[in-house]
């Protein structure tokens, strides 16, 4: 299986340490995770010679998740593998199931907190825009070293919106999570995707949003119970799915778990390894076979 990150993040945010690792979770269960990077993001190459932050989210989609997917087809030796992705990691999932022939490599996917439209997140973005114009990059690395005495000043600041209250959880995933520099491209991306509503590469010749409905494997949709965006965005990509084994779980108290989770705290929070892992690994494992091997057809909303 293909771990993916979220948007100006790298592979600490499924695999931060130890006891906060959706990664090692899933070994510990005797599945053979492999955590991809997108290009820009932690290990993999930030710049092409004479083009610095050069890529959107097109490079994603069209190139870098088709070469992580079929890189691990190919050393695994499978014929499909199965995606997860948080945030911007579900979002590829989805908009690489618009291009040809890129679904049917895929055997069954656990999305979290993942738009699959942006109909409902359709605001405007001049800000961002005038900004990308300006400058080629995003720079998270000025502000971290801001943040860092904020969290350990004012920890309950942190935890009021983004549910994490231990100082050192905190610092941890600045220090390590969050990547220095991203990409004024991709923003502007963004900021056209935000002021249409559609989901659709930067030229507008693909729909990514087209690729919801051609999810035809086992989806599992985690939704945080406090987010940032409408939760609307995410239930897309769950009811426009046509594939009838596939599950929504709301996270939060009223679906049984000890807290309402945030958008940031879902994979690194003291409970997850309890509470958010297993669902994941059980999906994974309960359609580890061939699709004739999958369970009775499940419709389920949590």
């Given at each position: 299986?293909?771990?993916?990150?979220?948007?100006?993040?790298?592979?600490?945010?499924?695999?931060?340490?130890?006891?906060?690792?959706?990664?090692?979770?899933?070994?510990?269960?005797?599945?053979?995770?492999?955590?991809?990077?997108?290009?820009?993001?932690?290990?993999?190459?930030?710049?092409?010679?004479?083009?610095?932050?050069?890529?959107?989210?097109d490079?994603?989609?069209?190139?870098?998740?088709?070469?992580?997917?079929?890189?691990?087809?190919?050393?695994?030796?499978?014929?499909?593998?199965?995606?997860?992705g948080?945030?911007?990691?579900?979002?590829?999932?989805?908009?690489?199931?618009?291009?040809?022939?890129?679904?049917?490599?895929?055997?069954?996917?656990v999305?979290?907190?993942?738009?699959?439209?942006?109909?409902?997140?359709?605001?405007?973005?001049?800000?961002?825009?005038?900004?990308?114009?300006?400058?080629?990059?995003?720079?998270?690395?000025?502000?971290?070293?801001?943040?860092?005495?904020?969290?350990?000043?004012?920890?309950?600041?942190?935890?009021?919106?983004?549910?994490?209250?231990?100082?050192?959880?905190?610092?941890?995933?600045?220090?390590?999570?969050?990547?220095?520099?991203?990409?004024?491209?991709?923003?502007?991306?963004?900021?056209?995707m935000?002021?249409?509503?559609?989901?659709?590469?930067a030229?507008?010749?693909?729909?990514?949003?087209?690729?919801?409905?051609?999810?035809?494997?086992?989806?599992?949709?985690?939704?945080?119970?406090?987010?940032?965006?409408?939760e609307?965005?995410?239930?897309?990509?769950?009811?426009?799915?046509?594939?009838?084994?596939?599950?929504?779980?709301?996270?939060?108290?009223?679906g049984?778990?000890?807290?309402?989770?945030?958008?940031?705290?879902?994979?690194?929070?003291?409970?997850?390894r309890?509470?958010?892992?297993?669902?994941?690994?059980?999906?994974?494992?309960?359609?580890?076979?061939?699709?004739?091997?999958c369970?009775?057809?499940?419709?389920?909303?949590?």
């Open positions: 299986m293909v771990l993916c990150h979220g948007m100006l993040s790298n592979r600490y945010n499924v695999d931060l340490h130890e006891e906060a690792s959706v990664a090692r979770y899933l070994c510990s269960r005797g599945l053979d995770a492999w955590v991809m990077e997108l290009r820009g993001h932690g290990g993999s190459r930030r710049t092409v010679p004479g083009r610095p932050f050069d890529w959107d989210l490079d994603f989609i069209q190139r870098d998740v088709p070469a992580a997917v079929d890189f691990v087809r190919q050393a695994a030796g499978a014929d499909r593998v199965h995606w997860f948080h945030s911007m990691g579900g979002m590829m999932l989805y908009g690489a199931c618009a291009l040809p022939g890129m679904a049917a490599r895929f055997r069954s996917a999305v979290c907190d993942a738009p699959s439209t942006f109909g409902p997140l359709r605001r405007g973005a001049r800000a961002g825009r005038v900004y990308a114009k300006l400058f080629p990059a995003v720079p998270p690395a000025l502000v971290l070293p801001f943040l860092g005495p904020l969290v350990w000043l004012m920890p309950s600041l942190m935890a009021r919106r983004y549910g994490i209250s231990d100082r050192r959880l905190m610092l941890s995933l600045l220090s390590n999570a969050i990547i220095p520099w991203g990409s004024s491209r991709t923003l502007r991306h963004i900021c056209a935000l002021e249409s509503g559609r989901f659709r590469s030229d507008g010749s693909v729909d990514y949003e087209e690729g919801a409905a051609r999810v035809d494997f086992p989806l599992l949709v985690l939704s945080s119970a406090r987010k940032l965006m409408d609307r965005a995410i239930a897309d990509g769950y009811e426009r799915a046509p594939v009838r084994s596939k599950e929504y779980h709301r996270l939060g108290r009223a049984g778990c000890s807290v309402d989770y945030t958008h940031s705290n879902l994979l690194v929070s003291p409970t997850s309890r509470e958010v892992y297993p669902l994941a690994a059980d999906w994974f494992l309960r359609h580890a076979g061939s699709q004739a091997a369970p009775a057809d499940q419709n389920v909303i949590v």
